[in-house]
């Protein structure tokens, strides 16, 4: 749901993006899940891999809107300083020497990043960015997973049926991106409250908010200007997600860098 949010996200104009993070053992299914949802998702709006620390800032085919799906990446202290100075609103630039003249290179815009990794990745700074997730490494987890992976052994029509689901999913993302990037009203906005005041995490939690709300715009209310006007279901979806990550820490994931924490 988290992830799906996310990508949601990039059709907002007013907010800052979600970035993901998920932790867990080898094995846990943590990368699994991420394959899962990049499968719904138009495979033009997305990057997989591991790169260089400026690697983003020379692809020029990068389109706004992509997601950035890192796997088991080390993260140095240059991409680091990369990821946080993408931009949301606009092109992230870059001011470099090619063949002794000055040259500029770009990261376009809006582009949420996914990291999946054994231990959380990145400074105190990179994890206060991230909404922070953990495989579910309990033994009925590893029940259920053994139990998929022999359905789909001995039914392949299941698998099948997955992957005609997703082709349709990553279609009706394509309705959705037809409709352009739009501004969302979260209208309640001046009374959300709570935690410790810490200012990423409650822009994460309204993030959630609008991405909720782009999904369902067709049956959300929208304003004379056209924004689309997030309703309270949108709410309560958002603290479907957030409040599990929020229950051991007083309402702050900033000091969540691993699971012991």
């Given at each position: 749901r988290a992830l799906f949010l996310s990508y949601a996200s990039v059709f907002v104009r007013n907010c800052d993006g979600i970035n993901i993070e998920i932790t867990g053992s080898a094995g846990s299914g943590k990368t699994h899940i991420v394959k899962v949802v990049l499968k719904h998702i138009p495979k033009d709006a997305q990057i997989r891999g591991k790169m260089s620390d400026k690697a983003l800032f020379f692809m020029n085919d990068l389109k706004a809107g992509t997601i950035l799906s890192f796997d088991d990446q080390d993260l140095s202290q240059d991409l680091q300083g990369t990821i946080k100075n993408l931009n949301w609103e606009e092109p992230t630039l870059h001011y470099t020497v090619k063949q002794l003249e000055g040259a500029k290179n770009m990261i376009t815009e809006r582009c949420p990043y996914w990291n999946t990794k054994v231990e959380g990745a990145g400074d105190e700074q990179i994890q206060d960015r991230l909404l922070k997730f953990w495989a579910d490494e309990s033994e009925d987890h590893k029940r259920r997973r053994d139990e998929m992976v022999a359905r789909y052994l001995m039914h392949p029509e299941d698998k099948e049926h997955f992957d005609r689901s997703a082709?349709?999913?990553?279609?009706?993302?394509?309705?959705?991106?037809?409709?352009?990037?739009?501004?969302?009203?979260?209208?309640?906005?001046?009374?959300?409250?709570?935690?410790?005041?810490?200012?990423?995490?409650?822009?994460?939690?309204?993030?959630?908010?609008?991405?909720?709300?782009?999904?369902?715009?067709?049956?959300?209310?929208?304003?004379?200007?056209?924004?689309?006007?997030?309703?309270?279901?949108?709410?309560?979806?958002?603290?479907?997600?957030?409040?599990?990550?929020?229950?051991?820490?007083?309402?702050?994931?900033?000091?969540?860098?691993?699971?012991?924490?």
């Amino acid at each position: 749901r988290a992830l799906f949010l996310s990508y949601a996200s990039v059709f907002v104009r007013n907010c800052d993006g979600i970035n993901i993070e998920i932790t867990g053992s080898a094995g846990s299914g943590k990368t699994h899940i991420v394959k899962v949802v990049l499968k719904h998702i138009p495979k033009d709006a997305q990057i997989r891999g591991k790169m260089s620390d400026k690697a983003l800032f020379f692809m020029n085919d990068l389109k706004a809107g992509t997601i950035l799906s890192f796997d088991d990446q080390d993260l140095s202290q240059d991409l680091q300083g990369t990821i946080k100075n993408l931009n949301w609103e606009e092109p992230t630039l870059h001011y470099t020497v090619k063949q002794l003249e000055g040259a500029k290179n770009m990261i376009t815009e809006r582009c949420p990043y996914w990291n999946t990794k054994v231990e959380g990745a990145g400074d105190e700074q990179i994890q206060d960015r991230l909404l922070k997730f953990w495989a579910d490494e309990s033994e009925d987890h590893k029940r259920r997973r053994d139990e998929m992976v022999a359905r789909y052994l001995m039914h392949p029509e299941d698998k099948e049926h997955f992957d005609r689901s997703a082709k349709i999913s990553a279609e009706i993302w394509r309705i959705i991106k037809e409709e352009g990037v739009r501004n969302v009203v979260i209208p309640y906005a001046d009374r959300i409250t709570g935690g410790d005041g810490d200012v990423r995490t409650k822009n994460l939690f309204t993030a959630l908010i609008q991405a909720s709300a782009i999904i369902n715009a067709p049956i959300r209310e929208c304003t004379n200007e056209g924004y689309v006007i997030a309703s309270v279901d949108d709410l309560y979806e958002a603290i479907k997600i957030i409040n599990p990550l929020m229950r051991n820490e007083g309402g702050s994931q900033s000091k969540k860098l691993n699971r012991n924490a």
